[in-house]
């Protein structure tokens, strides 16, 4: 049972957390990329009566379940950027009680289940961005696969067989999957346990969990069907690399220990190209150290022991982290940036929850001293990113991290001179959409780095048959000063005559001597400057 002390210190973190996400989203501290239009141009269509998408518009993967969820918060509040945060914002209130209650079940502790809500309620940066903005179905993944590991425990270690558990695990099983794949390590991890104390008396419990995941996971199979299995197929292919055959193990290793495993904690930065030697990183590097080094000394000793509810937790944490490398390792998926570790954020939490305690040995107030640390490292950080000129964001080329202010000028223009339709870059059509209201609409064919010139970047259909069958198209670039040239080099070999005027990072061409569209002419992009 959780005591009247435990329930108002959720209370107070809850509350805690809440202000603090509501300031950094009313101060427009996460930055706005197309990535993110995506989802609330869904979620606006969605809200208009148009029917939901399976998944993110242009690809068989990342389920639509975050589009849905802004759509009914743009239904009660109104259609903004900060409306789609403030869902996902509530949305981490329960991914937080999620977190606590797998803390509570897993370590049997109330004081370290409370040290781990103040670990991932105050996250590191990575984990920050990906709980406040509505980007792929990694939030719902999270959300899911932290239930999915709660009821596990609880159905296997636990011996909980209540037939409604069961059915809880499968449906967030099959939700998850629909929203990232990403949850299968949490699948994977529960999957084991319940192996281990398999029973066949249990098998109502598991033809309900199946059926569940089966009910969750609906839309998947459904697209699936319709698509000649097309969302399994990404599933082994990846975007484009077959069997991962681009990076060897050696690589993959190298980076998750590199680059992941201190995003996953703080050390680096999700848009960071390495390391940036901060204050807040000085800060907590040492007490990251300390506690490792404090958990490897003291291992041998536990191990000696007879086993306890700590050392299972231990061994859950280290089970976690294993499933997660292999799966890792082995999959079609490669990328280091951070949002591929969010599988690990809870059990990343639950062990350092568990390093810190295990520091009260040495007297209450050095474990306490720790903890407030680790929290003002991560609370700083956040603080500092979310209030640089850029904010917090997730985008790797430096060039595209582009400020919001330019995008309502740029808007004005366009509208105020009857421009609604043209041509742009993947990164800017979506963003541009949405922030509009898709008073302006754009083909994003134009490249945005050197290899994808000639490929079509489109998501939505619609966009490109309107922007097809309009008389007057702007052509708009960013930042991105070979692509001007090789426009202008273009569109002067083709005869035609235009204007150009910059906001900030953009570029519009505009009043083109006469219609022409990019699939028209042939762009040789050169570094000359």
């Known amino acids: 049972m959780t005591s009247r002390r435990n329930l108002l210190t959720i209370g107070v973190v809850l509350a805690l957390v809440t202000l603090l996400r509501l300031w950094i989203i009313i101060s427009g501290g996460i930055s706005f990329d197309s990535d993110e239009a995506i989802v609330t141009l869904m979620a606006r269509h969605i809200a208009h009566g148009k029917p939901i998408p399976t998944f993110f518009y242009g690809q068989a993967y990342m389920g639509s379940l975050s589009a849905i969820l802004a759509a009914g918060g743009f239904s009660l509040f109104g259609e903004s950027v900060e409306t789609a945060r403030i869902v996902q914002s509530a949305e981490f209130l329960l991914t937080l009680l999620s977190g606590y209650a797998l803390a509570r079940a897993v370590t049997g502790s109330a004081r370290v289940a409370a040290i781990a809500l103040l670990i991932m309620a105050f996250p590191s940066s990575n984990a920050t961005l990906f709980t406040v903005i509505p980007v792929g179905g990694w939030h719902e993944a999270m959300l899911c696969g932290n239930l999915v590991l709660l009821v596990g425990w609880q159905v296997s270690v636990g011996r909980k067989n209540d037939l409604w558990r069961w059915t809880v695990l499968g449906l967030a099983a099959g939700i998850g999957w629909w929203s990232m794949g990403s949850i299968i390590t949490a699948i994977a991890v529960a999957g084991l346990f319940i192996l281990r104390h398999f029973s066949l008396r249990h098998w109502r419990g598991y033809a309900l969990a199946v059926a569940g995941f089966l009910l969750g996971s609906l839309p998947w199979w459904l697209y699936n069907f319709q698509h000649e299995w097309e969302a399994l197929r990404f599933l082994f292919t990846g975007y484009g690399t077959p069997g991962g055959a681009t990076f060897s193990v050696v690589d993959r290793a190298l980076g998750l220990l590199g680059l992941g495993l201190p995003t996953l904690y703080g050390l680096r930065e999700p848009a960071a190209q390495g390391f940036p030697l901060t204050v807040e990183n000085l800060l907590i590097l040492p007490l990251l150290l300390i506690l490792l080094i404090d958990f490897l000394l003291t291992l041998p000793k536990r191990l000696r022991q007879r086993p306890t509810v700590r050392l299972r937790a231990e061994g859950w944490v280290w089970l976690s982290f294993g499933v997660f490398l292999v799966i890792f390792l082995l999959s079609s998926f490669f990328d280091t940036t951070g949002r591929?570790?969010?599988?690990?954020?809870?059990?990343?939490?639950?062990?350092?929850?568990?390093?810190?305690?295990?520091?009260?040995?040495?007297?209450?107030?050095?474990?306490?001293?720790?903890?407030?640390?680790?929290?003002?490292?991560?609370?700083?950080?956040?603080?500092?990113?979310?209030?640089?000129?850029?904010?917090?964001?997730?985008?790797?080329?430096?060039?595209?991290?582009?400020?919001?202010?330019?995008?309502?000028?740029?808007?004005?223009?366009?509208?105020?001179?009857?421009?609604?339709?043209?041509?742009?870059?993947?990164?800017?059509?979506?963003?541009?959409?949405?922030?509009?209201?898709?008073?302006?609409?754009?083909?994003?064919?134009l490249?945005?780095?050197?290899?994808?010139?000639?490929?079509?970047?489109?998501?939505?259909?619609?966009?490109v048959e309107a922007v097809a069958a309009a008389d007057r198209v702007v052509w708009i670039t960013q930042n991105y000063p070979a692509l001007d040239r090789a426009i202008e080099a273009a569109l002067a070999e083709a005869g035609v005559r235009y204007r150009v005027r910059d906001f900030g990072p953009y570029r519009v061409y505009y009043d083109l001597s006469r219609r022409i569209s990019p699939r028209d002419v042939t762009l040789t992009l050169s570094d000359e400057e």
């Not at 954020?345 to 350092?352: E, R, T, V, Y």
């Not at 040995?361 to 956040?382: C, K, M």
């Not at 490249?447 to 490929?455: A, K, N, R, S, T």
């Open 340 to 445: 591929y570790l969010l599988p690990l954020w809870a059990p990343a939490s639950i062990g350092l929850a568990l390093s810190i305690d295990r520091l009260r040995r040495f007297g209450p107030a050095i474990s306490a001293g720790a903890l407030a640390l680790l929290l003002a490292f991560q609370v700083g950080t956040v603080v500092r990113l979310t209030q640089s000129e850029r904010g917090l964001q997730f985008q790797l080329v430096e060039r595209l991290q582009i400020p919001t202010r330019y995008d309502a000028p740029l808007i004005d223009f366009l509208t105020e001179n009857g421009y609604t339709h043209g041509y742009a870059s993947y990164w800017t059509a979506y963003r541009i959409a949405f922030r509009s209201h898709e008073q302006v609409v754009l083909d994003s064919i």
């Open 447 to 463: 490249p945005y780095m050197d290899e994808l010139v000639g490929v079509d970047t489109n998501r939505y259909p619609p966009y």
